[in-house]
Nanobody, 121 residues
């Protein structure tokens, strides 16, 4: 069984920083792309940033220059450093990863349970 566990959310003032972490565990053979999504209350879940296994990154326009995604392949972990936070960044942040497990001969997408980020103005 594969699972993703996020941590690092919380309450921060506008202009502050938070660092999210997401660790994958279980019967993992290989992890391809990893990503962070966010979902504000009453809105759809949108991509924030993604990173390939080799480290190529992609960002939503709204977070470029403020957020940085990175990963540690040895630890099966992806991070999201969020700086200069704005009230509109408040949302539940979800980790996503494309994982090939030992029990299945194909890549499957997995989601974490989400972590709340609240930004006060």
């Amino acid at each position: 069984q594969v699972q993703l566990v996020e941590s690092g959310g919380g309450l921060v003032q506008a202009g502050g920083s938070l660092r999210l972490s997401c660790a994958a565990s279980g019967s993992i053979f290989n992890i391809n792309d990893m990503a962070w999504y966010r979902q504000p209350p009453g809105k759809q879940r949108d991509l924030v940033a993604s990173i390939t296994r080799s480290g190529a990154t992609n960002y939503a326009d709204s977070v470029k220059g403020r957020f940085t995604i990175s990963r540690d392949n040895a630890k099966n972990t992806v991070y999201l450093q969020m700086d200069s936070l704005k009230p509109e960044d408040a949302a539940v942040y979800f980790c996503n990863a494309d994982i090939r497990s030992y029990s299945r001969p194909y890549v499957q997408g997995y989601w974490g349970q989400g972590t709340q980020v609240t930004v006060s103005s």
